[in-house]
């Protein structure tokens, strides 16, 4: 551990000296949502945390038990479970969830195990009848009441009332599926503390998956997690975002047990390279990144910042089949906005495709995890969502760029480098003499935040 220092509170409170978010907020021509407008300044201390919370098995184990049946997380999209039929299936660790659509429209989860012998009834997602087992042939329908059993003579001992499939917790938000294994959880209203009111705004349940990747990365779910809820770590990993992503001052929001929130703006430089680079190489910058070869010129006074959002507002017109001109701020057509609802569902705000992230254990490995990106794209209400994209997926030895031809090579280009930094920051937490991590007060607050909550869900009775 390291020594603790006395701090005063103008340490406790520090921030960088430069213009704040809250600051370029007032620069805005319309309303500004209230969403944008909070800013906690939470302090909730300096300790150091174990190392051993990412490495050891015996506090993986613990998760398993507290957490993840514990806890609401997300499971699809509603867009997978469509009609009567539809079933899907979600796997955490060792649990493994089967998702239905009943023929009366309502979501129900089972677990998916026969009641016979054990095996999975489905695998995947697909669209069935009925809920078969295709080891012996037990049969549920897609309510979970069974149905019977090839040679019913043979078990006069199972009836129906008493062979009903177990079921968990679901419901849904924003076009999400979410389930909880533990039958006395609080509703996922109640658990969802201020992000609904905060997000409905931007209207996620009106949108398709436009792109998804999956990969499989070798650190534990935390650390893989953790280095998308800062943004402290871009000045060092991802140098080509400095012309024109403002890192040194994001904003971090804490509320509740459950939800914190970064926003990083866009198309202004980073304050501490703001001397190195023009209005103009910062549009440049942020154009190359996206892949746009034709380079926009500012006008004379014209903001990077104003530019992108000038470019961003046909977009998000067209994808939402509305006009947002006069009501939407720049901040909503192009920031970072990311938000997070414990333990590990990560969502973007914003009115333009937006951006998801899912980061969960790799089976019961405690040094691989899955990690996802879901890219959101509106569609005009009253329309019939499009499809969503299937499932890129990458390997544990596979890197993002792998992915470029469907994410863009700018894109796959930042994953990459975060990519390159995870299996490193686990294997030296398993090297660490040290045996600790220390995190900033401020722009490492809500990883602090995650693990006070994670430690309230293992010290539960």
């Not at 104003?306 to 909503?332: C, H, I, K």
Request: overall charge negative; glycine content about 6%.
């Amino acid at each position: 551990m390291t020594d603790q220092v006395e701090l005063s509170p103008e340490d406790i409170i520090a921030r960088s000296p430069s213009e704040s978010f809250q600051d370029l907020l007032k620069r805005e021509t319309v309303d500004v949502p209230e969403a944008l407008l909070e800013s906690t300044d939470s302090y909730l201390g300096s300790e150091d945390l174990s190392a051993e919370r990412y490495t050891s098995r015996e506090f993986f184990d613990l998760e398993v038990e507290k957490v993840w049946r514990k806890t609401w997380q997300v499971a699809c999209r509603e867009n997978r479970l469509r009609k009567a039929g539809d079933y899907f299936v979600y796997d955490i660790v060792n649990d493994s969830i089967l998702l239905t659509r009943t023929e009366s429209g309502e979501l129900k989860g089972f677990h998916n195990s026969c009641l016979h012998r054990g095996r999975v009834l489905k695998k995947g997602a697909g669209n069935s009848d009925k809920l078969r087992c295709p080891y012996h042939g037990w049969s549920w329908d897609l309510d979970g009441e069974f149905m019977g059993a090839p040679c019913q003579w043979d078990f006069p001992h199972v009836k129906k009332e008493n062979a009903k499939l177990p079921e968990v917790q679901v419901a849904t938000w924003g076009g999400w599926v979410f389930i909880n294994m533990d039958e006395d959880a609080p509703s996922l209203e109640e658990y969802m503390e201020v992000l609904p009111e905060h997000m409905n705004q931007w209207k996620h349940e009106q949108r398709f998956v436009a792109l998804h990747v999956e990969k499989v990365i070798a650190c534990n779910w935390k650390v893989a997690f953790e280095a998308f809820i800062e943004s402290y770590h871009a000045l060092a990993t991802h140098p080509q975002l400095m012309p024109f992503q403002g890192i040194d001052n994001s904003q971090y929001d804490v509320w509740g047990d459950h939800v914190s929130r970064t926003i990083s703006a866009y198309g202004v430089a980073n304050p501490s390279h703001a001397d190195q680079f023009t209005e103009q190489q910062s549009l440049d910058a942020m154009m190359e990144l996206i892949g746009v070869e034709d380079r926009p010129q500012l006008a004379p006074g014209q903001t990077a910042r104003e530019m992108y959002a000038a470019m961003n507002l046909p977009v998000a017109n067209e994808q939402a089949g509305e006009d947002f001109s006069g009501r939407a701020t720049m901040s909503e057509l192009m920031d970072s906005t990311l938000y997070s609802l414990f333990p590990n569902f990560a969502p973007w705000a914003g009115h333009g495709t937006v951006i998801t992230y899912r980061h969960r254990p790799n089976g019961d490995d405690v040094d691989s995890c899955i990690m996802e990106i879901f890219l959101l794209t509106r569609f005009p209400e009253g329309a019939e969502s499009p499809e969503d994209a299937p499932t890129f997926r990458l390997g544990i030895d596979q890197p993002f760029s792998e992915a470029a031809g469907v994410m863009g090579a700018g894109f796959a280009n930042v994953f990459n480098q975060d990519g390159a930094n995870l299996p490193q920051v686990q294997k030296g937490l398993k090297a660490s003499k040290k045996g600790a991590v220390t995190l900033g007060n401020y722009q490492e607050v809500r990883i602090r935040h995650f693990h006070q909550t994670l430690d309230k869900y293992l010290s539960a009775e």
